[in-house]
């Protein structure tokens, strides 16, 4: 949904002042059906047609205050401008009296102060109504009086005003003969819809029309028609573009001269790099962009070399799933697993068993955090069919930014002979009772309760209210300065956690919505090199390793975690947010009082994490022989695992340590001193270029598994093994 449209048409007056105005009535319909359109405008449409002056203040100052910062709105009025004697304008309503304008007459100075009070950052107000008189042929004037609506629309941050007429021009309207005659739009408004609903008003041919190419589009066609006739537009405090539809038959656009270089590149891997960028277009947000990237797929899966052709035709059959409409589970077979199909069964156990070697940092050695994981690649396949060989090159010239050390093991890089960890395709969830559908607030909710905003949201759990011992304990076995001091920390309002960490299946279909580009450039450890750094071929599709729908997703950084919580936000009308590090561990721990914890949520034995988290565990030494410092027993998954295999906490969730670590919403602090104890995040002060992670991962050895452990990660970076969940309050 693009955003909030409010249609206002009034073409039947009480005061015989103000003549009836048939098009406006087919203004409304022709622009309600527009910008409806979910290949359109694809607006959230209201309408208020023919009603009187009160009704008009009560919509207009709803639809503006009850708007969220990053909410698009627009608001198109259609009917009669009337002036008073002093020069102030209004809008007249079905019940608005001429010589009573004060009492009933709808002022632009309140529709000014009513999109001033809004928090949207964007807004757009099309009016087509006069503001002077005039005569013409076959034409019939509206108004007849002169405003110039600027002076009554001044600045506003992102804001976007046009109007039918300037200052000193009538906006017209067919004269048409009986009264009973169905009308046609009036002449601007005509335009308008006409030049939506053709996608002619797509002046730069970019598949997307912004309120620029829609004032052009119009603006030539009424003065042609016209020769009088003059739309306005004003801008004010606005950055960038605001796009208000889309074309419904875009012309494919030009690729950029860079991409064009890399398909015509004799060198396999540069056409595999085009194969990436195309991916992006064809999922970016511009349809003319989308559609000449499809051109080009089409013609490199026809590519001589099996690799491209194979590339190539995944993007394309993954752009074709995304059209389609959700299954009933609501995800799709995995994308490695399609892969697998096109390069046949042989390859597919190649893939299900990709050797990914473990990194496991010695204490006192490492110069990377302890969420990054004791890992390295050397695959026998990768993203798309392409084979990946280690590599020989030397140290990556970008890196993650230093952080905290691990103090648990050492810098072992010996791989061996890989073994599988499948157990076969598991459920998506492991659930024995369906989420209901919450028909009250959390506050009402028993702690325990398992809920779902949608059918196909996310699972919530209402966690009770307490208090708990924030930080390591005096003498904590890998206690640290960044874990304390220790103190005592109130969740004392209303609750609700993911039950899980936000799935690929999940943030798949967040993408498919969205239509957002993901991150690419994950970062992950070159084992023959011993450096980190970032590949395009690594994403949350792809993060080096295999992974199914119903595993967690990873290579998503703080700030589009952050977007996927503001989405499911509007999608909702609920309140989703990244947990406070402080919320984090107390749903982790899962106690109400304090002093009440223990080291893991399932007491102070590192030997029982098998049965509760994924970690480093025997799996993954018996993958890497010199991996140290591993718990003893054996988890069966090296990488990640479902969501959901685990045993939950004493709140009822599921993954709160071990299998990725979850962003928070908080800035890094060295130290808990003049920390919140309220469970509020802590976002002044402090590093907040760099958020805190919370949980541990499948790379993690024990001590870094512990409730207390925290770790921090530049906003924007993302990682093979870091994810998130999501809180929500009322």
Known sequence: MRGRALIIATSRYSDPQLRRLPACAADAAGLKEVFEDTQIGDFEVSTCLDRPWAEWRQRIGSFFTKASRDELLLVYISGHGVKDRDGKLYFGAADTLVDELLATGITASFIHEAMQSSRSQRMVLILDTCFSG????????????????????????????????????????????????????????????????????????????????????????????????????????????????ANPAP???????????????????????????????????????????????????????????????????????????????????????????????????????????????????AQHAAHLPAASTAAAATVLGASLQESTSGSPSVRPSPIKADRDAGLVLVAQASRSTSRGAPPLSTRSDEPRMPAEGLAAMSPGTVFADCP????????????????????????????????????????????????????????????????????????STSSWEQRTEYTWRNPGYPQEDNHPVVCVTWREARDYAVWLSKRTGKRYRLLSEAEYEYINRAVTRPNAGSAYFWGDEAEDACRYANGADASLKARFSAAAATSGCDDGYVFTSPVGRFQPNGFGLNDTTGNVWSWVEDCYHKSYAGAPTDGAAWTSGGDCGRRVLRGGSWANVPRSLRAAYRDGLPAISANFNVGFRLARTN
Request: contains cysteine; hydrophobic residues 40%.
């Open 456 to 527: 196909e949201c996310l699972e919530m759990v209402r966690v009770p209210g307490g208090s708990f011992s924030m930080g390591s304990r005096d003498g904590e076995d890998g206690g640290s300065p960044d874990q304390g001091p220790l103190h005592t920390v109130t969740i004392s309002y209303p609750l609700a956690v993911s039950r899980y960490p936000v799935t690929r299946g999940q943030w798949r279909q967040y993408r498919r919505i969205t239509r957002k580009i993901g991150s690419d450039n994950c970062y992950s450890f070159d084992w």
């Open 134 to 245: 005039a005569f013409a042929r076959g034409l019939v004037n509206r108004d007849a009086q002169a405003v110039n609506t600027a002076d009554y629309f001044r600045e506003g941050t992102g804001t976007a005003v046009m109007a039918a007429s300037g200052a000193i021009q009538y906006a017209l309207e067919a004269e048409r003969k009986g009264i009973n005659k169905i009308a046609d739009p009036s002449l601007f408004s005509g335009h308008v819809i006409a030049g939506l609903r053709s996608g002619a008003a797509d002046i730069d041919g970019d598949g997307q029309v912004s309120v620029e190419d829609l004032f052009q589009y119009v603006s030539a066609r009424v003065q042609g028609e016209t020769g009088t006739q003059r739309p306005q537009r004003w801008y004010f405090g606005l950055d960038g573009q605001l796009i208000i539809a």
């Open 251 to 365: 012309r494919p656009g030009k690729l950029s001269a860079d991409v064009l270089e890399l398909i015509a590149s004799p060198v396999c891997r540069a056409r595999m790099l085009a194969v990436e960028d195309l991916e992006r277009l064809l999922a970016g947000q511009s349809r003319a962009l989308a559609l000449a990237a499809r051109e080009a797929l089409e013609t490199l899966q026809k590519d001589h070399d099996t690799r491209v052709a194979r590339a190539a035709a995944a993007v394309l059959r993954e752009a074709g799933r995304a059209s389609e409409p959700a299954t009933t589970a609501g995800w799709d077979i995995p994308w490695w697993r399609r892969k697998a199909v096109w390069i046949g069964a042989a390859a597919a156990v190649v893939v299900a068993a990709v050797a990914v070697g473990t990194l496991v940092i010695e204490r006192g050695k």
